[in-house]
């Protein structure tokens, strides 16, 4: 049994990597910047820790971990665009001094836990010519957020080229399921549905041709706890941080949403379309073969199965994990 350190513990991906440690059987310590609500606390009966802002003392909450996975993030595109000093002080700059906090450990004791960092699979790849887009395609951000994920990784590279610092980076797609967040506006694939489900009016921009790689939560869990436990010569030697893709590999347009909602999800959503935003790209879509071959890992559900799941979690008496995550 390990101990895992969940920072951003009490978000999306957090919760739901913390509920698939402890229903295998894995020691858990959630930690975030907010106490955990009543309904987290009761499905995630494990310790908390707070990340005492402005300055966290990542020594104190990663001593005595076996694994940190690194979940925390305080913007998205929009928001890192709007503030780009704000998010390179809260992310970037706090992601360097756990990682300092870590070679310390490891020069003090002998060990550092390994690093699980969550980046992103779309933004940055930034503009691409050909998708599905492999792992060596070169960064190439064209917005903020994904500058500021881009220079976490090439940090997260160096520590374990120069200090011997075990980090490992799943670039994620578009992650959707019971749960998320809707006021973030991160993910159509969730947005859209709580949108339709409260008769609100959906804006898009530009004609919805634009597509994204949508990956269930479920799935996404499955590929993070496999990338936790790989064995370390599956991954290759010290020269750079192992990245893999984390998606469905499938791309999915926003009118291919509304079809499903449409359709299968027999929903009526009202639909505004607006000009369409310099940085959008206008296509990312992940390909997840290392994933597959290096991690044995692959996802189960598509988009339509996926979708119909989170509506059925969303309307159900306990929607704050999907149903799947008890099967796995």
Not at 88 to 113: D, H, I, M, Y
Not at 148 to 165: D, F, M, Q, W
Not at 300 to 320: C, E, H, I, N
Request: aromatic fraction near 8%; hydrophobic fraction near 40%; include cysteine.
């Amino acid at each position: 049994m390990s101990t895992h350190v969940v920072l951003g513990g009490c978000g999306f991906i957090g919760r739901h990597v913390a509920l698939g440690l402890l229903r295998r059987g894995d020691s858990v310590v959630l930690a975030d910047v907010v106490e955990p609500s009543a309904a987290i606390a009761e499905t995630l009966p494990v310790p908390f820790r707070l990340v005492e802002q402005p300055e966290p003392d990542w020594k104190k909450l990663t001593q005595d971990a076996d694994v940190v996975h690194h979940y925390a993030w305080t913007t998205i595109p929009s928001s890192a665009n709007a503030d780009p000093v704000a998010d390179l002080e809260s992310n970037l700059r706090e992601t360097v001094r756990l990682l300092e906090a870590l070679r310390l450990q490891k020069v003090e004791t002998g060990f550092a836990p390994k690093v699980i960092f969550s980046s992103s699979g779309g933004t940055v790849y930034g503009r691409v010519r050909h998708t599905p887009v492999p792992e060596s395609q070169p960064y190439n951000p064209n917005n903020a957020y994904g500058a500021s994920k881009a220079a976490a990784e090439i940090y997260l590279g160096s520590y374990r080229a120069s200090h011997g610092i075990d980090c490992r980076i799943a670039r994620i797609s578009n992650p959707y399921g019971a749960g998320q967040n809707p006021a973030r506006r991160q993910g159509a694939a969730s947005t859209f549905l709580f949108q339709a489900l409260a008769g609100e009016s959906i804006a898009i921009w530009g004609d919805g041709s634009v597509v994204r790689d949508y990956i269930h939560i479920a799935d996404l869990v499955a590929a993070l706890l496999a990338l936790a436990d790989a064995p370390p010569e599956r991954l290759g030697g010290l020269d750079e941080a192992p990245i893999f893709n984390i998606g469905s590999g499938e791309g999915v347009s926003l009118n291919g949403i509304l079809d499903v909602l449409r359709g299968p999800l027999c929903l009526d959503p009202i639909v505004e379309y607006q000009p369409e935003r310099p940085f959008d790209v206008p296509v990312s879509v992940l390909d997840i073969n290392k994933a597959n071959q290096l991690l044995d890992w692959s996802p189960r559900l598509s988009f339509g199965d996926g979708y119909a799941l989170m509506l059925k979690d969303v309307l159900g008496p306990t929607p704050l994990f999907s149903t799947l995550l008890g099967t796995r």
